[in-house]
């Protein structure tokens, strides 16, 4: 990316864009465009062609979802398709329309079927079925990245994307109907200490084997392609994981510990909150192209669990 040029940040106010954010500012970029949900709302195909319009963007990280848990996707899968098409659909046109110069479109690890071949290789995108628990989600996601690359086919953008795993660390949602695995687990274990309750109980079985990456190394690695690849050189999309796998047993045990609860550990033993059984990228053509993770789970557990006892 060129020095103080425009840089359109979506999400901002999440997990993700405050880390990307503060890594951005650190970096000498103060020309950022930080548009908050009230400000813009989305899924508003004019109010996003306006703003677009009017602020010219030069460089954007389309980091805006509505995201969450097993049991929110579950609830809602209409919500979690429907508002993620608008939103990336509507980011992605206007940027083409208006000769943005590169985008990234941050995805997920739900694109990829549910008996997947582990670990999962960027090609096996749209070899089987999708995890009926966050098939809305997981839809959503791979029309934003099929869009990227018809757009880089037909118009020649320069629209690039990249397939994380969960992630987690400070600013994520805790306690609430979004959160994810993690901060659902240290919001419990918390709980449950401050309390003095004797049993926590987790849905699932634990079985589920799940990869990990701190927020900051995903940062890491939306600037680390954004200024160093362009997507003839990447190709339709990269896997940026951790390459650390964990059950969800063994991950609440850590957890656990981490946090000093003493109590007892108990899964409902319900399957179906399971979700795929397991989740794990090839991160191989990331190392290849120069990008690796730098935390540990348990590095980053306990910098996560520390600015949550501190800010909760």
């Given amino acids: 990316m060129e020095k103080g040029k425009k840089i359109l940040v979506t999400g901002s106010n999440g997990m993700v864009g405050k880390s990307l954010v503060k890594r951005l500012r650190e970096e ?38 509505k995201v969450g848990g097993i049991a929110a996707n579950m609830a809602a899968p209409t919500e979690f398709l429907y ?35 582990q670990p999962m290789k960027e090609e096996s995108l749209l070899t089987g079925k999708l995890e009926p628990t966050n098939e809305g989600y997981a839809l959503a996601k791979i029309c934003g990245l099929k869009l990227c690359e018809y757009s880089n086919r037909q118009y020649g953008t320069d629209f690039i994307n990249l397939m994380p795993p969960n992630i987690y660390g400070p600013n994520d949602h805790f306690g609430s109907e979004s959160s994810h695995v993690v901060s659902a687990q240290i919001t419990k274990f918390n709980d449950a200490k401050t309390q003095g309750k004797e ?14 990456l701190f927020v900051e190394d995903a940062t890491d690695a939306m600037v680390y392609f954004m200024n160093n690849y362009p997507a003839d050189k990447i190709g339709p999309f990269v896997n940026i994981g951790s390459g650390e796998e964990v059950s969800i047993k063994d991950l609440a045990y850590l957890v656990k510990e981490i946090i000093g609860y003493n109590g007892e550990l108990k899964f409902n033993q319900d399957p179906k909150m399971d979700g795929m059984p397991r989740k794990l990228l090839d991160n191989s053509k990331a190392a290849n192209l120069g990008w690796k993770a730098k935390t540990s789970l348990k590095d980053g557990l306990e910098k996560t669990i520390e600015w949550y006892l501190k800010n909760k």
């Fill in 83 to 117: 508002d993620n098409l608008a939103m990336e659909t509507n980011v992605i046109m206007s940027a083409r329309k208006n000769s943005v110069k590169k985008l990234l479109f941050l995805g997920s690890s739900c694109i990829y079927p549910r008996e997947c071949e």
């Fill in 28 to 65: 000498g970029e103060n020309n950022l465009l930080l548009p908050s949900s009230k400000e813009l709302d989305l899924r508003n195909q004019k109010d996003v062609e306006n703003y677009f319009e009017i602020n010219k963007p030069e460089y954007v990280f389309h980091l805006a979802a």
């Fill in 199 to 212: 049993v926590v109980e987790l849905w699932g079985t634990g079985n589920a084997k799940r990869e990990f």
